[in-house]
């Protein structure tokens, strides 16, 4: 089983910046494929980038691509999303989650989840 916790959440100001950092535990991280996912209170868990165990293979939704950037340093045992330019619709807890084999936009395939992470964009 892998523990993950979620850093770096904030406020910021519209056209600012974060950077979010999802800490493993438990199991080597390399084993699993990362995710990004964010909700706002009363609405589903939308999906925001993932990456493959290596690093190699990334993909975005759409309302993120071109300001959000995620990685993963596998030696640290963590990953992160690298948030510029961000804008008040971006104000949401963002979670990350792990999975043994996929890398998916489908939160269901997701295994493991962090607590989450509050971020807060102001206009």
């Known amino acids: 089983q892998v523990q993950l916790v979620e850093s770096g959440g904030g406020l910021v100001q519209a056209g600012g910046s974060l950077r979010l950092s999802c800490a493993a535990s438990?199991?080597?991280?390399?084993?699993?494929?990362m995710a990004w996912f964010r909700q706002a209170p009363g609405k589903e868990r939308d999906f925001v980038a993932a990456?493959?165990?290596?690093?190699?293979?990334?993909f975005y939704a759409d309302s993120v691509k071109g300001r959000f950037t995620i990685s993963r340093d596998n030696a640290k045992n963590t990953v992160y999303l690298q948030m510029n330019s961000l804008k008040p619709e971006d104000k949401d807890v963002y979670y990350c989650?792990?999975?043994?084999?996929?890398?998916?936009?489908?939160?269901?395939?997701?295994?493991?989840w962090g607590e989450g992470t509050q971020v807060t964009v102001s206009s």
């Open positions: 990456i493959s165990r290596s690093g190699g293979t990334t």
């Open positions: 438990g199991r080597t991280l390399s084993n699993y494929a």
């Open positions: 989650a792990a999975d043994r084999a996929l890398m998916s936009r489908d939160s269901s395939v997701y295994d493991y």
